[in-house]
């Protein structure tokens, strides 16, 4: 049995060359198209949840809730939920401005 034939060197590092070149090509166009393809799935995907009333009405039920939530931990704002700032009193002024 004869083993099969392989390709010369120069042959593989012209393919291996050519795949780099393209690799470096596409790497701007990967990087800007990026977040535009990311935001387009986004998108897509945020379509196909407001379509299906399987997804809305749960999505419903929490916003409720949430909101409910919210509504019963604010102040009320009658001043009790707050309490008045401290007065400052120091007393040892003179010992802070004389040196030691």
Request: aromatic letters at 4%; charged letters at 15%; a positive charge.
């Amino acid at each position: 049995m004869t083993p099969p034939p392989t390709q010369p060197a120069g042959r593989r590092s012209g393919l291996l060359g050519t795949l780099a070149v393209a690799g470096v090509a596409l790497l701007p166009i990967i990087c800007c198209a990026g977040p535009v393809l990311l935001a387009s799935g986004a998108l897509a995907s945020l379509g196909g949840v407001l379509v299906s009333p399987w997804l809305l009405a749960p999505a419903a039920v929490l916003l409720a809730g949430g909101l409910a939530w919210w509504l019963r931990r604010r102040p009320t704002g009658d001043g009790d939920a707050c309490c008045p700032p401290a007065t400052r009193t120091d007393q040892h002024e003179g010992d802070l401005l004389r040196k030691h």
